[in-house]
């Protein structure tokens, strides 16, 4: 299995709670878009999330938004 470093996320956000909430909910909406027959992923669906957080593909919320 591939590694991503944990310090990558760390420094995308300002709050490294914040990189890790934002990583988990990307994970569970693939999960729930694999079991919904919506994607396929053919590497494990937690590093795909991470993947995407880390290239700016998940675009995240303001919490005034």
Do not use: T
Not at 32 to 50: C, Q, R, S
Request: charged share 40%.
């Amino acid at each position: 299995m591939k590694r991503i470093d944990i310090e990558k996320l760390w420094k995308r956000f300002d709050n490294k709670y914040q990189g890790i909430v934002v990583a988990s909910q990307e994970a569970r909406r693939i999960l729930e878009a694999i079991n919904n027959g919506e994607i396929e992923v053919k590497e494990n669906p937690y590093l795909y999330a991470l993947r995407r957080v880390l290239s700016g593909q998940v675009k995240i919320k303001e919490k005034d938004e």
